[in-house]
């Protein structure tokens, strides 16, 4: 295929975390990132109960379709009906959760698949990319669980850790777990390609 006409879709995880009213300048450094390697790009987000609380803070985009657990639950009646997870799944040729907050990353860690979301990660394709932004508070992030929980998803799943920045958080603190920036992420993810 020629790369020009490559079109990549990307699975865009939102976690409860209030990087996730960075959405839209993702979306828009992702769209520069890929088309900078002559890449189209289609963006699917599928969204925790807890990240919705921050989407409805932001204004909405017309350039990626929204998920949310509720969309599982209503797309399925009968048996050959789509299962959403794992239409995603098969859709996606990346996964990228930004951000990752410490709830879903310890939900990764041990296997729960209690949302869309992790349903979707549970059922993965390994040969696809995931990447994952870790965004929480300072101490939340330098806990001994988190350390384990990053090692485990990054050791044993394979998942693709972008590191978060230190500054000032939205709790007032300073210090590290912060998101990455949006276009350090986007370029990261673009790297697959």
Not at 121 to 137: G, I, K
Not at 145 to 156: E, F, G, V, W, Y
Request: proline share 5%; charged share 20%; glycine share 4%.
């Amino acid at each position: 295929m020629d790369p020009a006409s490559k079109s990549v879709n990307i699975l865009l995880g939102l976690t409860g975390s209030v990087a996730t009213i960075k959405l839209n300048d993702l979306v828009t450094d992702l769209n520069h990132a890929f088309s900078k390697k002559g890449l189209r790009i289609s963006i699917r987000v599928v969204a925790t109960k807890a990240a919705l609380f921050f989407l409805d803070t932001i204004p909405k985009s017309t350039e990626y379709e929204l998920y949310t657990d509720a969309d599982e639950w209503s797309a399925w009646h009968k048996k050959g009906d789509p299962v959403i997870h794992i239409e995603l799944r098969k859709w996606a040729d990346i996964m990228l959760i930004a951000p990752l907050d410490a709830n879903t990353l310890a939900k990764l860690a041990a296997g729960l698949c209690d949302n869309l979301l992790t349903s979707t990660l549970r059922a993965w394709d390994f040969s696809n990319p995931v990447l994952v932004c870790p965004a929480m508070n300072t101490f939340m992030y330098t806990h001994k669980l988190t350390a384990l929980h990053l090692l485990t998803i990054s050791d044993l799943l394979g998942y693709h850790i972008i590191e978060p920045s230190s500054k000032l958080l939205a709790c007032g603190d300073t210090g590290i777990g912060a998101m990455a920036p949006t276009p350090d992420i986007a370029n990261k993810a673009a790297s697959f390609f």
